[in-house]
Nanobody
C-alpha cells in the first residue's frame, strides 16, 4: 500500500505565499518522479511542476519565476513553494508520483487526495 498525503493549502491574498507538501509512505522501493497538478473549477487538470529523482525540474510557463518545486528524497517528500500568488492560481492542487513498490516489477502512478489553494482578497 502506498499513500500520498498533501498539506499546506489554504486561503491567501494576492501576492502572498504558500508552501505545499506531499509525503509518500508505504512499501516504497523507489520514486522516479514527483509532480504537482492543479485543477480549477470547470477546467482540465494541468501539470504545474515536476522533479525527477535526480533533481531535474520543469514548470508550466504560467508559474515560472514564482513557484519552486523541491524534494527531500530521504523523506519521500516533495514541496511546492508558491510566491506572488495570483487569483488565477486558485485550484485544487494534487500530488502525483511514479513509485515502485517492493516486490513489484514496474513503477505505478499514484495520486494524493488534493489540497485547496484559494487566492482572494
Amino acid at each position: 500500500q502506498v499513500q500520498l498525503v498533501e498539506s499546506g493549502g489554504g486561503l491567501v491574498q494576492p501576492g502572498g505565499s504558500l508552501r505545499l507538501s506531499c509525503a509518500a509512505s508505504g512499501s516504497i522501493y523507489g520514486i522516479s518522479t514527483m509532480r504537482w497538478f492543479r485543477q480549477a473549477p470547470g477546467k482540465q487538470r494541468e501539470l504545474v511542476a515536476g522533479i525527477t529523482s535526480g533533481g531535474t525540474t520543469h514548470y508550466v510557463d504560467s508559474v515560472k519565476g514564482r513557484f519552486t518545486i523541491s524534494s527531500d528524497n530521504a523523506k519521500n517528500t516533495v514541496y511546492l513553494q508558491m510566491n506572488n500568488l495570483k487569483p488565477e492560481d486558485t485550484a485544487v492542487y494534487y500530488c502525483n508520483s511514479f513509485i515502485k513498490r517492493y516486490w513489484s516489477d514496474a513503477y505505478s502512478d499514484y495520486w494524493g487526495q488534493g489540497t485547496q489553494v484559494t487566492v482572494s482578497s
